[in-house]
Structures are given as structure tokens and as C-alpha cells.
Nanobody, 128 residues
Framework: QVQLVESGGGSVQTGGSLTLSCAASGVTVSGRCMAWFRQAPGKEREGVAAIDRRTGSTYYTDSVKGRFTASEEFTKNTMYLQMNNLRPEDTAIYYC?????????????????????WGQGTQVTVSS
């Protein structure tokens, strides 16, 4: 059974940085895609970054490109999201997810239906 536990959320001011961690257990490397999603109050869950373990490719939503970096440390079975130059609109609960891309297609990297395991979420608050 896959278990995902996020940590590292908190409150920062605009322009600040945070690093989120997602500790995974029960997740095999081969064929998996790992991702970060976020959900702000009153909004739908949004894909932020995804790492396709089949290819090593990483996918980012446009609003975080150049500011966020997703990475993995396989020896610790942990995924990270380094967030720099944070903005108030980045405020949300951030979730870690694991799954396999629908149809094996990278266009579904930010589609929640590609993922079958989810963490409990960690709050990120950015104040202006």
C-alpha cells in the first residue's frame, strides 16, 4: 500500500522560499509518476509539478516555471518541491501524489485522475 507524507509547509512573505518534502513508502520506482498538486480555497486542485520516473522528465504548470523545482532522492524515497520567489497566489494546501500517467501520456501529468495515492497535504501561506 502506497503511503505519502508531506512536510515543510509554512508561512512566508512575498519573495520568500520554502522546500516541501514528500516521504513515500510502498511506491515502486518503475513506471510511476510523482507529482505535486495544490488547492486554494474555493478553487479546483491544480497540478504544479510532476516527475515521470520512466523518463526522468519533469513537468511544471506555467505559473511556477522558473520559480519551483521538483526533484527526488531515490535513496530516501523522497520527493521535494523547492519553491522560490513565492507569491500570494501560491497560497494553498500542497499535496503529493503518486500514480501512472493516463495512457502513458505526459499531457496527463497534471491531471488528478492519473494519480491513485495522495498525501494529507501541507499548508503554504504567502503574505504580501
Amino acid at each position: 500500500q502506497v503511503q505519502l507524507v508531506e512536510s515543510g509547509g509554512g508561512s512566508v512573505q512575498t519573495g520568500g522560499s520554502l522546500t516541501l518534502s514528500c516521504a513515500a513508502s510502498g511506491v515502486t520506482v518503475s513506471g510511476r509518476c510523482m507529482a505535486w498538486f495544490r488547492q486554494a480555497p474555493g478553487k479546483e486542485r491544480e497540478g504544479v509539478a510532476a516527475i515521470d520516473r520512466r523518463t526522468g522528465s519533469t513537468y511544471y504548470t506555467d505559473s511556477v516555471k522558473g520559480r519551483f523545482t521538483a526533484s527526488e532522492e531515490f535513496t530516501k524515497n523522497t520527493m521535494y518541491l523547492q519553491m522560490n520567489n513565492l507569491r500570494p497566489e501560491d497560497t494553498a494546501i500542497y499535496y503529493c501524489a503518486a500514480g501512472r500517467l493516463r495512457y502513458g501520456d505526459s499531457r496527463y501529468a497534471h491531471d488528478p485522475t492519473s494519480y491513485t495515492a495522495w498525501g494529507q497535504g501541507t499548508q503554504v501561506t504567502v503574505s504580501s
